[in-house]
Nanobody
Framework: QLRLVESGGDSVESGGSLRLSCVAS??????MGWFRQAPGKEREGVAS???????SYVHAVKGRFTISRDNATNTMYLEMNTLKPEDTAMYFC??????????????????????WGQGTQVTVSS
């Protein structure tokens, strides 16, 4: 069974930076992704990556967020720069059952991801 634990969320001012971490235990998933959910909104994909280094980003975060993996420690990171108030949300780490399907990994549909962490809150003030 895969367990995912996020950390790193905080309150920052607009324009600031944060780095989120997600530690996986149980096994090393090929595909891992970051999602976020703001109050009253649906959960949305943010970025994903696989163990070969392929990455995918949604348009809203391209050029500002960077996803990375440390396979030695089974940890995924999300470096977030130039944060905006609209980035405020609970951020979740997730992995799909089928980690070998890059199309599924890259399209970041929440229903395709079976394993979820508990979330870490990011709040960006203007």
């Amino acid at each position: 069974q895969l367990r995912l634990v996020e950390s790193g969320g905080d309150s920052v001012e607009s324009g600031g930076s944060l780095r989120l971490s997600c530690v996986a235990s149980g096994y090393r998933p090929n595909c891992m992704g970051w999602f976020r959910q703001a109050p009253g909104k649906e959960r949305e994909g943010v970025a994903s990556s696989d163990n070969t280094g392929r990455t995918s980003y949604v348009h809203a975060v391209k050029g500002r967020f960077t996803i990375s993996r440390d396979n030695a420690t089974n940890t995924m990171y999300l470096e977030m720069n130039t944060l905006k108030p609209e980035d405020t949300a609970m951020y979740f780490c997730a992995a799909p059952e089928d980690g070998e399907n890059w199309y599924l990994c890259a399209t970041l549909e929440a229903e395709d991801f079976a394993y979820w962490g508990q979330g870490t809150q990011v709040t960006v003030s203007s």
